[in-house]
């Protein structure tokens, strides 16, 4: 049995490593190539008899040309009106939405069913620990006549360690390989023009993602299954799995054009982006749908379990096992799908997983503070509310906003002082300096709060500019609370903002509405020194920043230190070890060359105090020991990817080296599948963009950009 | 029944018509045509093994070519136990080796001369010539088979 199970775990191993350095058994062929032997006469017949099973193909219709729309385009969110984006000479197709079905009540205009080539999503996700593995399988059918290729804009979690890749063509299923991205680019292009169907999967952004699928024959049927690992958040005790459907559409500012488009059905390239969100109109929907489910196993039991976004069932075998499934009435994927869930040991502790594998130990971390550092006090603050009033933010999500800094005003000290600004085509502040947190000026505060309405452009590096730069009063220890959807193209100019001019700030970002941008959320905190908090339409905004400041009246545990001892801790990511604050934990990875001995050492700081603890090691087993290493590169790319972005050092080269060699999505590499048994007929096809619909909460018409000719098609 | 006629002959219409392709979004674009220069070759290599007897539970093999020859895709073979497309290693293709290996905790095993994998590859140039060389394979208690490898293009499409 022992030995049986050795076999196995070489195996498993044998998808990322050389077997022969794990296991030493030999082979007689092992030593030599043997591609041109033909020896067994067994071999030769089998391959024959493989061959004459070949059948020839069916013929398909080749694809079709049809007449030119060409029009002038404009834009919602204009600050500055850019130049005109002429179609491309090829775009010479009619509009021609069709009118399927109806499905509404008798109270409101029915929906237009709008076909697309994305027919359904499933999502499945395993949750052992505080690891997450997730398949998502996208399954595209060509509903037109024609032979099409069909591109998809959409989410995964930012922290995803995209790992694998299979394009299911009948029941064929071809595991996809990650390449270079313009190779992989190159070679899709390749496979497409050719006739082959082929599908590329690019990242646009850590947490957008592009599948284009070449070659769908009319009414074929293309599946393709994403897997990725990450960890959850977890904070108070809950631990949070999120799972985001559609993306939210994002402002660029003038003159940028590798930003990320929002453009309505029919608008094609009218943003001017090299990434384009197509977004159905109000009224219009879509055949897509979702199904999710996730499987939770927990190491202790579960005592609550809840979404906060969605209608679950949720069963419980056991009191440590959860199975849980998105309702079958709530399968439109058009907010983020959030499951919460806390265990029942009262408060949570710090742990870490760890595997050793041939290229050496890997192991994450939970690092939680501890609960000594509620005993400290903090001083003083300088609180900067830093609200997003531009257009996608109008109705629930600026209320939102303002009900949760009405609520934060309400919870400030007398000695502390406080900012308001607000930004959307420009920063605007509520006073020249901040003011103290007086009756009399709390008043004032909530006076222009409740003055702010949602419109226009997000010039957010203004506003992150405007809460930065200005004369700082060293009594006090500025917090910048910045209240947000995120719905920006240009997340690096931000975040070179943070990472040039954050002094002595710290900053906490809160994603405000139904699908915020995560990525920019968490980073903007991981580089302020603060902490990302959520606050949903549906969130008690009173309570979101009631927690808030829990959470930083007491002081920041700072200068944190793994003690590397004999276990040779090295490659500890993020490389900049965040501050943390109570009821928040962080998670760690990190490499060993040596001996863990069940236990790392952690030297922290607080308010001037020394703080040691040490935090227990648990062998990684099952999916977790494959996870690992993964979350360690994923971890790792993140970082290599904030510096290269925000321009404080890392190379393209480093993070392509890091993808390939662990076999991860990122900017500069992409996963490309081609199936080269059978090409189709006709040597090209028609590019169709799959529509999605605007998150919950946030207005078309405030957001997306459309030909003036266009919104009756 | 003369009131109903016009129904029945319209339904099997509304049939039809339900049944049509949708017409083509406003958004649909022509594709660029296939080039009328020469373009790499997109072909199949099955890869078959022969374990003589054994049941064959894991397998690894290098492929090995010039740099011209490089693999867009992965996919079982005609093999029982084996369901999933067998997994490369990122850590070797990054270093110019392409490694594919699978294994299987199935019962039924093969143990007869069986077409385990199919790899799909781009060849930049038509005379690349590719070799297969079996690293290891095992039985299910993790016995070594003395395995032959061979390999056999696929048909041209």
Known sequence: ??????????????????????????????????????EGPGLAEHVRAAQADLAPLPPTPSAQNAPPVIDHSTELWIIERKPDVAPPADDKLPGAGTLLANDTGAEQPPDKLIPVPLQHTDVKASIAGSIASVDVTQQYQNPFSVKIEATYVFPLPHDAAVSDFIMTVGDRKIRGI????????????????QG?????????RPNIFTQTVGNIEPGKRIDINIRYFHTLACSDGWFEFVFPMVVGPRFNPPGSTAGIGAVGRGSRGVSGQTTEVSYLRPGERSGHDIALSVDLQTPMPIQDIASTSHQVQIQRSDDRHAAITLASEDRIPNRDFILRYRLAAGQMTSGALAVREARGGYFTMLLVPPASITELRR???????????????????????????????????????????????????MASQPLPATPDNIRRGLRFVDSLQAGGGTMMTDGMRASLRFPHDESHLRYVVFLTDGFIGNESDVLTEIADNLGPARIFSFGVGSSVNRYLMEEMARLGNGAAAFLALNDDAAQVMSTFFQRISHPALTDIALDPGSSGIHDLYPRRLPDLFAGRAVMLSGR??????????????????????????????????????????RTRLADLGTQFATGHGASPDEIRTTALEYGLMSPFTAFVAVDASRRTEGTSGISVPVPVQIPDGVRYDTTVEERPNNKQQ | MKQLLPILLAFPLLLLAAAQPANLPPDARPLPPTPAAAQPAFRTLRIFLDPHGKPLAAYQFQLAGDPGLTIVGIETGAVKGFTDPPYYDPAALAGGRIIVGAYSLAQDLPA???????????????????????????TRDGTPIACDILISEGEQP
């Not at chain 1, 001996?595 to 050492?601: D, K, S, V």
């Open chain 1, 379 to 429: 001083g003083p603050v300088e609180m900067v509310f830093t609200i997003d009033t531009s257009g996608s933010m109008s109705g629930r999500p600026i209320a939102q906003a303002r009900a949760a800094v009405h609520a934060a005003l309400g919870m400030m000290n007398a000695g502390d002082t406080f900012q308001i600004i607000r930004f959307g085509n420009q920063a605007e502040k």
């Open chain 1, 196 to 204: 082959y169907v082929a599908s590329l999967l690019t990242q646009e």
């Open chain 2, 112 to 138: 007869t001369p069986t077409h385990v994998a199919t790899l799909h590859v781009r060849l930049a140039h038509p005379d690349i010539a590719w070799k297969a060389k079996l690293i290891t394979a095992g």
């Open chain 1, 592 to 633: 060993f060359s040596g001996e863990l001995n069940g236990q790392i050492h952690v030297r922290a700081r607080a308010a001037g105090q020394t703080v040691d603890c040490t935090v227990p090691v648990t062998p990684a087993t099952g999916p977790g020991a494959t996870a690992i290493p993964l979350v360690w590169a």
């Open chain 1, 1 to 38: 049995m022992k030995r049986t199970m050795r076999w196995i775990l070489a195996a498993v191993l044998a998808i990322g490593v050389i077997v022969p350095a794990l296991i030493q058994f030999g082979c007689s062929a092992s030593d030599k190539y043997q591609a041109m032997k033909m």
């Open chain 1, 178 to 193: 990650i390449r270079e991205r313009q190779e992989a680019e190159r070679i899709y292009r390749e496979a497409r023009s």
